[in-house]
């Protein structure tokens, strides 16, 4: 069975820091681009970053550029996404997604129908 699981999500205060992980089951990451997504309550499910199979080039929405940052280990099947200087607006349900592409994420990374596999999501509050 193919399978993304999601962890790592909790409660933080503003400016705390989160390490969300994205295990793979079933299938290895290494020929997969893996994207972060996240939907605040109310609001649809945005692009948050991707990075691609192998070589490791990453993709940022512009709100968390130099506060997040998307690492993969394949050798652990897993997808890292390291959130540092949280703040309230980063609240919401975060979900990793897959799809079998060699090299880079391409122009369309943050659009949710370029993807073959979801997590179940796992949720990050940032309040204080």
């Known amino acids: 069975q193919l399978q993304l699981v999601e962890s790592g999500g909790g409660l933080v205060q503003p400016g705390g820091s989160l390490r969300l992980s994205c295990a793979a089951s079933g299938f290895t990451l290494d020929y997969y681009v893996i994207g972060w997504f996240r939907q605040a309550p109310g609001k649809e499910r945005e692009g948050v970053s991707c990075?691609?199979?192998?070589?490791?080039?990453?993709n940022y929405v512009d709100s968390v550029k130099g506060r997040f940052t998307i690492s993969r280990d394949n050798a652990k099947n897993t997808v890292y996404l390291q959130m540092n200087s949280l703040k309230p607006e980063d609240t919401g349900v975060y979900y990793c997604a897959a799809v079998l592409k060699r090299g880079r994420c391409g122009g369309s990374w943050y659009q949710q129908g370029g993807y073959e596999f979801w997590g179940q999501g796992t949720q990050v509050t940032v309040s204080s």
């Open positions: 990075i691609s199979s192998r070589v490791g080039s990453t």
